[in-house]
């Protein structure tokens, strides 16, 4: 990274405003595109694009493929420029409220328009064809694993795929292969979806890129027990032996929860992934780094040692941690990510050996204002008088309350005081949120990274995520026409100043 000094925005795709219900692809991600370019930023953060599903509350963290996008984010508009399908087709599109995702009924509306589009496209030869078989030429196993999981999900009901019959669930050929005709027009269209996301997708991509953005990815630590990737390499994970998992992910107590947070996921048996060489997460992160130019890996420190907890338990606070093979994975993983595109996700309780082996990697960390003012342990570490130029500064994540949220709602006197006095001054709730952009654009961290509700000076009603928090997250969507103008050149003003255009 040199001495490049750059700033970017944290907004994830499905808080774009758009008249569907849920942010998308579309004209609205090209409208924000263009803000940031005309703002001075450099990078456009995002959370995972991964497929989600109503039952688990459409969590991006909690995707049915590693390797999949999200259908619900294709654009209709796009649809239509690629002759899929009419304006008439979404003549009546239902209201849907302005400020927030409502993911049933948006969900609801897109999957009748990807399947009218499928209908059409399974009609058409030319150009589009060609471009879909080669898609699926490309991409290869992964498509052929997530749209057969998915037909399979279909068939059986959208139960759990360790509830599927015996031949279905271990995916014996001998069983599977005289089924292969009846859910191929089920494996077709679920690959098409993924054909007309990546499609749009990679359109957007350039596009950023002629704007001269970035666009930073996010890589979950775990994958969903309930995914194509567990069915489909359940030697990978520690199992019972009816599939289901014998331990789960999550963290003990820390700042987030007193109980820890319980996450539920799967762990990895290290050892299978060691005997392959780290070939799946090698896959992984190639394909991931050919769709995003950096990529955040969250959780990073549950790839250094991890919190096992027994399945079953009721919090997370009953495990262990159980060491990774670090060095291995990392020295595979690195053969594929070139220098400077793999920001680590350190945060909550890590020990000095962690933050270490964080360091010996050369990976950048996070450094997140609303941590640097409080009393406990590791408070210092987010002070930005301890910041260092490799690591990326936010004033908050997903995670948290909003800058002015956390002010208002959060914050205990003395947090006020500090921050007040390392401003040098007081100043009201309505400007706290201006301070904590500038205390992260002013700091020696190459990156500042700022979440979209910041920029706008919203409160705790526009958080993004509680950590162990149930239902109604991951629903805030940017209010059409904002941001405006005044506001767009003081952002670009505050990122001249300290050098980040």
């Keep these: 990274m040199g001495n490049t000094r750059r700033s970017g925005i944290l907004l994830h795709v499905t808080s774009l405003p758009t008249p569907y219900g849920i942010g998308d692809l579309g004209p609205g991600a090209y409208r924000f595109a263009d803000f940031l370019h005309r703002a001075g930023q450099q990078l456009w ?60 009924r948006a969900a609801a509306f897109k999957e009748s328009l990807l399947s009218e589009a499928w209908r059409r496209f399974s009609a058409c030869s030319g150009g589009l064809r060609y471009d879909y078989e080669h898609f699926c030429r490309a991409e290869g196993r992964w498509l052929d694993e997530y749209a057969t999981f998915r037909a399979l999900k279909t068939i059986f009901g959208r139960t759990p795929w360790n509830r599927w019959a015996e031949g279905f669930r271990t995916r014996r050929m001998r069983v599977l292969a005289p089924h292969v005709r009846e859910i191929a027009p089920l494996v077709e269209e679920e690959k098409f979806r993924q054909f007309v996301f990546f499609r749009q997708w990679a359109a957007l991509r350039a596009y950023c890129r002629g704007r001269g953005i970035r666009v930073m990815g996010d890589l979950p630590c775990y994958v969903r027990h309930d995914s194509a990737d567990v069915w489909g390499n359940p030697a990978l994970f520690k199992l019972d032996p009816d599939g289901r998992p014998a331990f789960v992910a999550g963290v003990p107590p820390d700042y987030f929860s007193r109980t820890g947070q319980l996450w539920g996921n799967p762990v990895y048996d290290w050892d299978a992934h060691r005997r392959s060489r780290f070939a799946w997460w090698v896959g992984r992160v190639r394909h991931n780094l050919k769709l995003f130019d950096l990529l955040r890996i969250d959780h990073c420190r549950g790839l250094i040692s991890y919190w096992e907890v027994p399945a079953g338990s009721r919090t997370a606070a009953r495990g262990q941690w159980v060491p990774v093979p670090a060095q291995g994975l990392f020295r595979a993983v690195m053969r594929e990510a070139p220098r400077g595109t793999l920001v680590a ?157």
């Design 45 to 104: 953060q995002m959370l995972p694009l991964s497929p989600t599903d109503l039952l688990t509350g459409c969590s991006p963290y909690s995707g049915s493929s590693a390797f999949a996008g999200n259908p619900w984010l294709v654009s209709p508009e796009k649809l239509v420029e690629d002759g899929l399908l009419t304006r008439q087709d979404f003549t009546r599109v239902p209201r849907f409220p302005a400020g927030r995702v409502d993911y049933r």
């Design 345 to 501: 996700e350190d945060l909550g309780t890590i020990p000095p050996d962690v933050r270490e082996a964080l360091d010996r990697l050369g990976l950048p960390g996070m450094r997140v204002l609303l941590f640097a003012f409080g009393s406990e342990s590791g408070s210092e570490h987010h002070a930005p008088h301890r910041h260092v130029e490799k690591d990326f500064v936010y004033t908050g994540t997903h995670d948290n309350n909003t800058a002015r949220g956390w002010f208002e709602t959060e914050a205990r006197k003395e947090e006020k005081e500090r921050f007040f006095a390392y401003l040098g001054r007081r100043v009201p709730a309505a400007r706290v949120h201006e301070e904590m952009i500038r205390l992260a654009m002013m700091s020696v961290a190459s990156t500042a990274i700022i979440p979209m509700q910041d920029v706008l000076g919203l409160g705790e009603e526009a958080r993004t995520n509680r950590p162990a928090g149930k239902g109604g997250w991951w629903r805030w969507r940017m209010p059409p026409g904002v941001p405006d103008r005044r506001l767009e050149r003081w952002l670009r003003e505050l990122t001249e100043t300290y050098g980040r255009v």
